[in-house]
């Protein structure tokens, strides 16, 4: 094996390694969170409709040693190491036309653990309820679907989750890309579990959960190049 592969191979083992902790202190602080409520396998304590991301990130950050919290976006106080965007897991055309990038870990208030994973966390303002969502539709290979009058699709589905959380395992460094070293899980009222949408890298998670080889799923793309739609 060449030198290059031998790095490439050692830097896999070493996320798969670092999501496999991450994703296990994030079920963690969720399980001391329905002990502090009295509602063990009950989330809808913590992620109670009336509460907002900050008192949710806020609060969850507390069930993590030596966590600190950051405000949303690219100036947050204290946290401007934190000022980067990451990639979906595949290519995905914008409403423009352009190339979509995902703005996941500045949308939302994060927590910083003390290995240097960050946690986005999006609340959801129902609670642990049903709503009703809608979104656009993707071809595979990326492209808005749209219909024979050149109308967008969307899809519209009835979820009852209490929250998204996204995290990345080693910061703000390389690579930033769903699928790789960021994901996404969802909080139900009974569970935690995968994200829905493969472009928050769900299949690499799965994989790597169940001791999967080669568990990594995703496209290997720069943000600054060109498609052709």
Same mark, same amino acid.
């Given at each position: 094996?060449?030198?290059?592969?031998?790095?490439?191979?050692? +830097?896999?083992?070493?996320?798969?390694?670092?999501?496999?902790?991450?994703?296990?202190?994030?079920?963690?602080?969720?399980?001391?969170?329905?002990?502090?409520?009295?509602?063990?396998?009950?989330?809808?304590?913590?992620?109670?409709?009336?509460?907002?991301?900050?008192?949710?990130?806020?609060?969850?950050?507390?069930?993590?040693?030596?966590?600190?919290?950051?405000?949303?976006?690219?100036?947050?106080?204290?946290?401007?190491?934190?000022?980067?965007?990451?990639?979906?897991?595949? +290519?995905?055309?914008?409403?423009?036309?352009?190339?979509?990038?995902?703005?996941?870990?500045?949308?939302?208030?994060?927590?910083?653990?003390?290995?240097?994973?960050?946690?986005?966390? +999006?609340?959801?303002?129902?609670?642990?309820?049903?709503?009703?969502?809608?979104?656009?539709?993707?071809?595979?290979?990326?492209?808005?679907?749209?219909?024979?009058?050149?109308?967008?699709?969307?899809?519209?589905?009835?979820?009852?989750?209490?929250?998204?959380?996204?995290?990345?395992?080693?910061?703000?460094?390389?690579?930033?890309?769903?699928?790789?070293?960021?994901?996404?899980?969802?909080?139900?009222?009974?569970?935690?579990?995968?994200?829905?949408?493969?472009?928050?890298?769900?299949?690499?998670?799965?994989?790597?959960?169940?001791?999967?080889?080669?568990?990594?799923?995703?496209?290997?793309?720069?943000?600054?190049?060109?498609?052709?739609?």
């Amino acid at each position: 094996m060449t030198l290059p592969t031998l790095v490439n191979n050692y +830097k896999e083992k070493e996320i798969i390694t670092q999501v496999k902790k991450t994703y296990s202190s994030i079920n963690q602080a969720i399980a001391l969170a329905q002990t502090k409520y009295g509602t063990p396998g009950d989330n809808s304590g913590l992620f109670a409709a009336s509460k907002d991301h900050v008192a949710v990130t806020k609060e969850l950050a507390t069930y993590f040693n030596g966590a600190r919290y950051c405000d949303a976006g690219s100036n947050a106080k204290g946290c401007k190491d934190l000022n980067y965007k990451v990639k979906y897991a595949t +290519k995905l055309q914008s409403s423009s036309g352009n190339m979509n990038m995902a703005g996941d870990m500045l949308s939302f208030p994060r927590i910083v653990l003390n290995n240097g994973a960050v946690l986005a966390i +999006k609340s959801m303002e129902s609670g642990c309820d049903e709503v009703e969502e809608t979104g656009t539709s993707f071809n595979p290979d990326g492209t808005i679907q749209k219909d024979e009058d050149g109308n967008i699709v969307t899809w519209t589905r009835i979820r009852a989750v209490c929250a998204g959380i996204y995290f990345d395992v080693n910061g703000n460094k390389l690579p930033n890309q769903f699928g790789r070293d960021v994901y996404r899980i969802d909080v139900y009222r009974d569970r935690v579990g995968d994200s829905t949408w493969g472009a928050y890298g769900t299949q690499s998670l799965h994989n790597i959960l169940m001791d999967k080889k080669n568990p990594f799923v995703y496209v290997n793309y720069n943000s600054g190049d060109k498609f052709e739609w």
